[in-house]
DNA sequence: AACTCGGGGCA
DNA sequence: TGCCCAGAGTT
């Protein structure tokens, strides 16, 4: 995809999503990081049904670690892989707290070396609790940068790779949170919803198969 | 590269 | 009722 084309393309995109909601929505960078742990393989408005009593009452590491793994896992009882994301978020309370000063770090390599916290998380705590320029690529990204052109590669970090190089800077800032949502509502999986679509005449997919 | 974790949402 | 989901860790 040519840069005029991806200028657009994001113009577009901003334009549709003037208050994109979800993670943008989160002020404290540890509620953020739990929220995106829980997040893993499960769905987003599950997580935040499942979230919304327990951090009213648990923001910070030191309170996780006093509320005990027990309760936190009756908290999340009704997401997925609840019982490994609990002792994760458990022990990744702790290492926060003897290790970091009970503060999220903004530092990949620190923020990677907690339990349940891959690339994805981390990019996504990066550029949403921090302002930093990075591109989470979960599945709905990765299929949509395939799909468009926009930003093609054959594994995640590929992708990601190829959307830092080619995301105008201005965008660099909210584009994961466009892409995701796009991916979401959009540019589904199973059937994409191309009559609605924003993007749709700057898109490889759409080119093909309705042209 | 393949496998596992897992309850809820939705067709 | 069956299939899939805002991944990460292990083998």
Redesign the pocket.
């Known amino acids: 995809m040519v840069n005029a084309k991806i200028e657009k393309f994001f113009a577009a995109l901003a334009k549709a999503n003037p208050k994109p909601?979800?993670?943008l929505e989160y002020t404290n960078p540890y509620t953020l990081l739990v929220a995106?742990?829980l997040?893993?393989?499960?769905?987003?408005?599950?997580?935040n049904?499942a979230t919304r009593s327990l951090f009213a009452a648990v923001d910070t590491p030191e309170k996780m670690v006093k509320l005990g793994e027990k309760k936190l896992r009756n908290h999340v009882?009704?997401?997925?892989?609840?019982?490994?994301?609990a002792k994760?978020i458990l022990s990744l309370s702790k290492m926060l707290i003897e290790r970091f000063d009970g503060k999220v770090p903004r530092d990949r390599a620190a923020l990677?070396s907690?339990?349940?916290?891959?690339?994805?998380?981390?990019n996504v705590v990066l550029n949403i609790a921090f302002g930093e320029p990075t591109i989470a690529v979960?599945?709905?990204i990765f299929r949509l940068g395939n799909r468009t052109g926009l930003a093609p590669g054959k594994t995640p970090l590929a992708v990601e790779e190829a959307l830092l190089r080619r995301v105008p800077k201005k965008y660099l800032r909210h584009a994961h949170h466009w892409l995701?949502?796009h991916g979401?509502y959009v540019c589904k999986?199973?059937k994409p919803d191309c009559p609605n679509c924003v993007v749709r005449q700057f898109c490889e997919y759409d080119a093909k198969t309705t042209a």
């Open positions: 909601k979800g993670e995106v742990v997040s893993a393989q499960a769905t987003d408005t599950g997580v049904k009882r009704t997401i997925g892989l609840f019982n490994t994301k994760n990677e907690l339990p349940g916290v891959g690339r994805k998380t981390a979960d599945t709905h995701i949502l979401r999986a199973r």
